[in-house]
Each structure stands twice: as structure tokens, then as C-alpha cells.
């Protein structure tokens, strides 16, 4: 399981039972959503999964949306969840594929390798009949050791070195409207368009459906967004959950450890010192 970011809903279902998997709802919108998730999570969840709140499991002195806990907040908070070492990690949401490889690159990035999405989320879940249950699952606590890769994280420093020496490739995973300028940013008072020298690939354009494309399409899509798979990539988008999606693609296709721009645009774009581009 560690091998691949991805477990089918099939393997789910035969190992529902084992004590070694911790299972994860990930569900998550936008703040114009307007919608409860956690309501949502008690209403109806896959059997034993905890709830995962990016924006309570975020650092608190921050005032960018769910930016990444300390190693030490993080563990605490597995813990309380009952999410500790030795355990398979399978985390799903509601949309079927959105939030979920957020909160897969959080435990990457605290060091957990034993972490996958589930594919189809829980739409496919429910379509195919499986079972569901309602109110708030407790697990035991559990000890939980976060050991911080920065190698898959990247800060605004990183960018900046990045777009200025070419050591890696940004790539922005917001529509193309957002990143030429001609649409507006969903968060009130920040403006669109790009990192100068960042690409342009709409996380749309990994999804068939609800669900994550096929490896060679996941190359291909890359590919004509004029990324080089062969050297490394920071993915950005508008607060950091998106890339997560172009992480976990370019994970499918090989591409190893690309790495996630944490602040994303809120970040660069709600500064005073940093370079837009439109067009």
C-alpha cells in the first residue's frame, strides 16, 4: 500500500475490519460553500472514520487559511484523533476527490509513507453500495511521531528562488481565468493573475469525473502545460489544497517528491512585495 497514493474502494471494503487502518474524512469547501462539513461527517461517514478539520488542524498564528501545525501541535492532535505510528492511513472526502490529497501531503510532509487516497472518495463509496454510519467516531489515542520533510514543502523564500534561478518548475493549479488575470480571486481583496514565470494546469484537468485520471494522462496533461517531469516541481494554487491535487497526480505518474507551496496565493498575492503578471 505504501507503493502507490491511491486505494481502491475494492481493497477498502476487505480490510474495512483491520485493526492496523485508520481511516480519515478529509471533507472540505470553500468558505462561500457555506456548508457544515463536520454536520456533514455525523450524518454519514464510512464506518470508524474520524473527521479531519484542515482549518482546526492548522497553525493558530497564522493568518493565511489552514497552513501547516508544527510537527509538535500535529502529533498532538493525531493523537487525540487516535492516528499513530505502525497504521494504514486511508483518507477520503465528499467531493469524491478535493480536499483528501491535502491532508495526504500533510502526513507525507510529517513523515507518515503509509498514507493513501481512497479513489472516488465517498460518491463511489455510496454507488457502489457500501456502508456508511452516522455520529462521531472515538478511537483509542495513539502515539503519533511527526518527523517534518521539508524536502516536499515549499515557503515563500523557496518560490522566490525557485521563479528567480530556475531550480524548479512553479506550476499553478488555479482555472486559467485566475492565473491570466481575467477572473476574479474567490477571496475578497486579492487580486488574480501569476508568479511571473510560474505555468498555468487546472487541477480540472487531472479529474475524470471525481476521480484522479489515468498515470499516462497525468504526463500528458503535464507535459502539454510545458512542465518537465524530470526535474523538480512546486505546485501552488489558492490556498494550498488544490496543489495538493497536482501532488498526488504527478505521485501516480512517478514523478517522485514534488512539493507543495504552502501559503500559495493568498500568501503571494495579499503581499505588497511580490510581482503579478496577467496575460
Known sequence: MADTPLVSTDWLAEHLESPDIAIIDASWYMPADARDTYSEY??????GAVHFDIDTIADPNSDLP???????????????????DGQRIVVYDTH????????????????VDDVSVLEGGLPKWKAEGRPVEDG?????????????????????????????SGSAQVVDARSAGRFDGSAPEPRPGLKSGHMPGSSNLPFQELMDGNRLVAPEAVRAAFEKAGVALDRPIVTTCGSGVSAAILALGL?????????V??????EWAGRDDTEIETG
Not at 253 to 258: L, R, S, W
Not at 261 to 266: A, E, L, P, V
Open 261 to 266: 507551496y504552502d501559503g500559495s496565493w493568498t
Open 96 to 111: 469524491g476527490l478535493f480536499a483528501a490529497p491535502r491532508v495526504w501531503w500533510t502526513f507525507k510532509v510529517m513523515g
Open 251 to 259: 505521485a501516480t505518474a512517478g514523478h517522485g517528491k514534488a512539493s
Open 66 to 84: 489552514h497552513m501547516l501545525p508544527s510537527p509538535i501541535a500535529y502529533s498532538s492532535a493525531m493523537r487525540k484523533l487516535g492516528i499513530g
Open 42 to 47: 455525523l450524518a454519514e461517514h464510512i464506518p
Open 136 to 164: 462521531p467516531v472515538r478511537r483509542p489515542e495513539r502515539h503519533f511521531t511527526a518527523r517534518l520533510d521539508h524536502a516536499i514543502v515549499a515557503d515563500l523564500d523557496d518560490v522566490r528562488r525557485a521563479l528567480k
